[in-house]
């Protein structure tokens, strides 16, 4: 599988959104985390954002919903320049309804599990996504630990889909990206690790021979 770095902008600075993204050219995708402040305790950025960002950014757009009600916003996230368009399966959405919409939309599906959700409840959807995210922290927040207890979800995935993109978001950096490439993920999220260096391209090189080396 295709080793990717989707570095979170969720670390980047806001303020000076396009200059952060220019430092992170060699990244594979861009993570953008959209938070609603009910889904989880926290409020980020919308569309409006993204619409602006897709202006001066050309590598693909790997949105992480963390909202309550993703099926109401799909249209408008895929619009806004969404091309990864990942949910979580403890939203109030009809998942396949969700899946089925993305994919109506031209859209890659993602669904996104908590650490304390059962990897069993993705397994039926296999078929349709492009990709799963498997957290490994609790959603809401950038700089948390990395949750080991959680790799053998990413290994149960792995086994029954050679061929699906895994990504993993939380706490991922120099050391456990290699973990996480064990278990068979291949799609990395890192916010702290990437933004948190002094040269960001380094810090996805970086990531990426260690994820490659395992
Ligand atoms: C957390 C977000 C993550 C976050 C990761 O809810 O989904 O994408 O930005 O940040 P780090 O890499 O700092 O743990
Ligand atoms: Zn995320």
């Given at each position: 599988?295709?080793?990717?770095?989707?570095?979170?902008?969720?670390?980047?600075?806001?303020?000076n959104?396009?200059?952060?993204?220019?430092?992170?050219?060699?990244?594979?995708?861009i993570?953008?985390?959209?938070m609603?402040g009910?889904?989880?305790?926290?409020?980020?950025?919308?569309?409006?954002?993204?619409?602006?960002?897709?202006r001066?950014?050309?590598?693909?757009?790997?949105?992480?919903?963390?909202?309550?009600?993703?099926?109401?916003?799909?249209?408008?996230?895929?619009?806004?320049?969404?091309?990864?368009?990942?949910?979580?399966?403890?939203?109030?959405?009809?998942?396949?309804?969700?899946?089925?919409r993305?994919?109506?939309?031209g859209?890659k599906?993602a669904?996104?599990?908590?650490?304390?959700?059962d990897?069993?409840?993705?397994?039926p959807?296999?078929?349709?996504?492009?990709?799963?995210?498997?957290?490994?922290?609790?959603?809401?927040?950038?700089?948390?630990?990395?949750?080991?207890?959680?790799?053998?979800?990413?290994?149960?995935?792995r086994?029954?889909?050679?061929?699906?993109?895994?990504e993993?978001?939380?706490?991922?950096?120099?050391?456990?990206?290699?973990?996480?490439?064990?278990?068979?993920?291949?799609?990395?999220?890192?916010?702290s690790?990437?933004?948190?260096?002094?040269?960001?391209n380094?810090?996805?090189?970086?990531?990426?021979?260690?994820?490659?080396?395992?």
């Amino acid at each position: 599988m295709d080793i990717k770095i989707s570095p979170s902008i969720l670390s980047s600075d806001y303020a000076n959104l396009k200059s952060e993204l220019e430092k992170i050219s060699n990244a594979d995708l861009i993570h953008i985390d959209v938070m609603d402040g009910h889904f989880v305790p926290n409020i980020t950025i919308g569309a409006p954002v993204i619409t602006a960002m897709k202006r001066v950014c050309d590598i693909p757009f790997d949105v992480h919903l963390m909202i309550s009600n993703p099926y109401d916003y799909v249209d408008t996230f895929a619009k806004a320049g969404a091309d990864i368009i990942c949910f979580h399966i403890e939203s109030e959405s009809n998942t396949a309804a969700t899946v089925d919409r993305i994919l109506y939309l031209g859209k890659k599906p993602a669904i996104a599990i908590k650490p304390d959700t059962d990897v069993e409840e993705v397994l039926p959807y296999l078929d349709k996504l492009s990709m799963v995210l498997v957290m490994t922290v609790e959603p809401g927040f950038g700089g948390q630990s990395f949750m080991e207890r959680v790799l053998p979800k990413i290994e149960k995935i792995r086994e029954i889909r050679s061929d699906i993109d895994i990504e993993v978001d939380g706490g991922v950096d120099f050391s456990t990206v290699s973990l996480a490439a064990q278990a068979g993920a291949n799609v990395f999220v890192a916010g702290s690790a990437v933004f948190g260096s002094e040269c960001p391209n380094d810090a996805i090189e970086t990531l990426k021979n260690n994820a490659q080396a395992v």
